[in-house]
């Protein structure tokens, strides 16, 4: 079974500065891989995903992630943090195969930014 | 833009009590999803449905929680009776396909006494 990793609990930035967050895997084959988020009190929302293709991926809000197979690592990244983001992110996997497709997520990382 | 519709946003009950969440996905979506999230926890998968089929219950305790998606459409997952620790967020999602893009609701908050 597929599972995911994200080491990082809680994570604090300045406005302003770069972001990473890590998420590794752990999966037989290349897996479908997704960053949702999660503000307070709502529902998750989709960032970006990665299926195949190219392993730099575009997403809403100025975020993207790079899917690295030799490291089993999808970790989002934004250049320049908002106030806005804060929130928490949780990042998924699901196999990458026929049939039943379960999605695993991560326990998720809080990101608190600082003026 | 379509949203997954769930209601109530709220819910506060005593231990023993029945409990039930509602959950209307986006239109064409075959595949359903209930997940509960504990405070400071990812959610977890309690049911997932393919149009009217249950596909994986595996961690619905079932001695007390039900799941049904009579029509294909619309869901209803209930608890009876609750326990305190049933207190979390129920989310309910839905997608095209299963493994794809899965659109959330707002969830239920349900805080059991």
């Known amino acids: 079974a597929q599972s995911v990793t994200q080491p990082d609990i809680h994570i604090t930035v300045s406005e302003g500065a770069s972001l990473e967050l890590r998420c590794n895997y752990s999966y037989g084959a290349t897996p479908y891989l997704f960053w949702y988020v999660q503000s307070p009190g709502q529902g998750l929302q989709l960032l970006l995903k990665?299926?195949?293709?190219?392993?730099l991926v575009q997403g809403i809000k100025g975020f993207e992630a790079e899917f690295k197979r030799s490291q089993s690592s999808f970790n989002l990244r934004k250049p320049s943090v908002h106030w806005s983001d804060a929130a928490e992110y949780f990042c998924?996997?699901?196999?990458?195969?026929?049939?039943?497709?379960?999605?695993?997520f991560g326990t998720g990382t809080k990101l608190q930014v600082i003026p | 833009e379509a949203e997954v519709a769930q209601s109530p946003r709220y819910k506060i009950t005593e231990k023993s009590q029945a409990v039930a969440f509602w959950c209307d996905p986006i239109?064409?979506?075959?595949?359903l999803y209930w997940y509960r999230q504990i405070l400071g926890q990812g959610p977890e998968l309690l049911v997932q449905?393919?149009?009217?089929?249950?596909?994986?219950d595996s961690q619905l305790p079932k001695d007390r929680f039900s799941a049904e998606r009579l029509k294909g459409v619309d869901s209803t997952l209930k608890i009876q009776p609750a326990e305190l620790g049933d207190s979390a967020m129920y989310l309910c999602?839905?997608?095209?396909?299963?493994?794809?893009?899965?659109?959330f609701g707002p969830g239920t908050r349900l805080t059991v006494l």
């Open positions: 999602a839905s997608s095209l396909v299963p493994s794809n893009e899965q659109f």
């Open positions: 998924a996997v699901a196999p990458n195969s026929g049939g039943y497709q379960k999605v695993t």
């Open positions: 239109s064409g979506h075959a595949t």
């Open positions: 990665y299926f195949s293709g190219d392993t």
């Open positions: 449905f393919q149009d009217e089929s249950v596909v994986d």
